[in-house]
């Protein structure tokens, strides 16, 4: 009889835990590409992508953008702004406090007026009015790329 029981048991607790993992599964109900759905999907991974892609605009994003400085304007980039000089003769600005630009690529900090060479990365550490501005003895036109939001006045 004991053997009996414990083979009643065992089917018992067996189609219990069956019975309750079909429960729980019947539980999540979410339609396809719907918020409730486990599952994602490629059109929702290529919107998401896309609306990522789309958020750039003039003056902000993660891409590179080309920007012309002309004699008497300045470039102005906050936190987190990333400036390579490409042609041109150009002068750092040096943000409220006097600190200056932090270039990278030399390892330098280079303080209000300094001159910033071709092709050095330079980084905006804080939002205080930092930047660069053509050399007052140049008349061309500096071309800078910038990562990140920037202001030209």
Do not use: C, W
């Not at 400085?69 to 041109?88: A, D, N, Q, S, W």
Request: no cysteine; proline share 3%; hydrophobic share 35%.
């Amino acid at each position: 009889m004991k053997k009996f029981t414990k083979g009643m048991l065992a089917v018992m607790l067996g189609g219990m835990a069956l019975f309750a993992s079909q429960a729980m599964a019947d539980g999540v109900n979410g339609v396809p590409g719907s918020v409730d759905d486990p599952v994602v999907t490629k059109s929702y991974v290529d919107q998401v992508l896309r609306s990522i892609g789309a958020g750039g605009g003039s003056g902000s994003g993660s891409t590179l953008t080309v920007v012309e400085l002309y004699p008497g304007k300045t470039l102005y980039g906050f936190e987190g702004t990333e400036f390579i000089v490409r042609t041109g003769q150009v002068q750092a600005v040096a943000g409220n406090n006097g600190d200056g630009l932090t270039d990278l690529t030399a390892g330098a900090d280079l303080r209000g007026g300094a001159t910033v060479g071709h092709n050095h990365l330079l980084l905006i550490a804080r939002s205080d009015n930092r930047g660069l501005r053509t050399d007052p003895q140049y008349t061309g036109v500096s071309h800078i790329m910038v990562r990140g939001k920037y202001e030209l006045r």
